[in-house]
């Protein structure tokens, strides 16, 4: 069986990056392509010149270096769409209400991993992606594309995670505008939780949102649902699937809420979410050990703090599905 398949990496090259994306590659050879070879595509803005390529190439060992190209983006997939209000953007940004809020170039890659990346799919029925920071730890020792294809699988990813609440505020309720008749599928999908007066997240939360909804009051008790997601920094999916016209449309709904910017919709719950609400039956998850860097170095956020979100032992991961 043949499958026409590729890995997509997106990357940006900094002197960071750079050393992720060689450890990347290193461990993605290793443990999984250099049996498979598949073609892996590394796409980024324009900022990787001759050097750059011949020094990422230099690191990968013998003819194996043929199955890696790298591809410019186009320049509008990093640019924010016209309907953003970029003075409410700024101000939303600055609030740094979490310390994953992340800026705007955080927000437009999201944005690329639900509006732009089939671009780069035309020749292929399935992609791979993996970030330059996240790092396969173990032997895969199955064709996890030739998985997919015999089993007709639409979605495969590995990490079962909780994301951010604040970060994700309104999704439900979009999704359930769009879908009441799968009220009962969305429900399975968030974890509801409240923030009151007494919450420290409180008042920032009400001038973000007062910010994001042009002055408009909120209630004292402010329902938060976070949503159930596999972590996308590892994702196989059919690129046909993205292509559908109802599943556009969706995404064209998403985007005209602006919230992938004014808040910070992950394109993980957001991948998670509609595929699980048109073709539930077709995600399968993988197991293998991988991690991001998250689970495996602490960072300074944009308020200069430093914070932690490792497991806490070099057994566990931040999977929900391996807590009892
Ligand atoms: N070209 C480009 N790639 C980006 C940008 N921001 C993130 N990425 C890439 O997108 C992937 C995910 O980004 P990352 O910051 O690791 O997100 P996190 O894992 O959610 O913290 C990585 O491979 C990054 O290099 C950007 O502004 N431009
Ligand atoms: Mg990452």
Redesign the pocket.
């Known amino acids: 069986m043949t499958i026409n398949a590729a890995i997509l990496?997106?990357?940006?090259n900094t002197i960071e990056?750079k050393v992720?994306l060689k450890t990347s590659l290193y461990f993605l050879f290793k443990n999984f392509n250099h049996i498979y070879k598949y073609p892996i595509i590394i796409?980024?803005?324009g900022?990787y010149k001759e050097r750059d390529i011949q020094e990422i190439l230099g690191g990968i060992r013998g003819d194996y270096k043929n199955l890696v190209t790298f591809k410019i983006?186009d320049k509008e997939d990093?640019e924010l769409p016209n309907y953003i209000d970029k003075d409410k953007l700024e101000k939303s940004i600055n609030s740094q209400i979490v310390p994953?809020w992340r800026n705007t170039?955080?927000r437009?890659?999201c944005n690329?991993w639900l509006n732009h990346f089939t671009k780069y799919c035309d020749n292929y029925d399935y992609v791979m992606r993996l970030?330059?920071?996240?790092i396969i730890e173990e032997t895969i020792n199955q064709d996890l594309f030739k998985l997919c294809k015999e089993k007709d699988t639409i979605y495969m990813s590995n990490i079962v995670h909780v994301d951010c609440g604040i970060c994700n505020y309104g999704m439900k309720e979009l999704f359930l505008e769009l879908f009441p008749e799968k009220k009962n599928i969305i429900d399975t999908l968030f974890v509801k939780t409240d923030i009151n007066k007494n919450n420290t997240f409180y008042n920032k939360f009400v001038d973000l949102y007062k910010i994001i909804n042009d002055n408009k009051e909120i209630t004292d008790n402010i329902e938060i649902n976070m949503p159930i997601m596999y972590y996308n920094?590892f994702f196989i999916t059919s690129t046909a699937f993205w292509k559908r016209n109802d599943v556009k449309k969706t995404i064209n709904h998403i985007n005209k809420s602006g919230n992938i910017f004014y808040y910070r919709y992950?394109d993980a719950p957001l991948q998670t979410i509609i595929i699980s609400l048109f073709e539930s039956d077709k995600i399968v998850r993988t197991v293998f050990k991988y991690s991001?860097?998250?689970q495996r170095e602490c960072f300074i956020d944009l308020n200069n703090n430093i914070n932690q979100y490792m497991p806490k032992d070099y057994i566990n991961t931040t999977c929900i599905f391996d807590k009892k």
Request: cysteine-free.
């Open positions: 990496i997106l990357t940006q990056r992720y796409l980024h803005e900022d983006i990093f994953y170039k955080y437009l890659m690329f970030d330059d920071d996240s920094n992950g991001k860097r998250m």
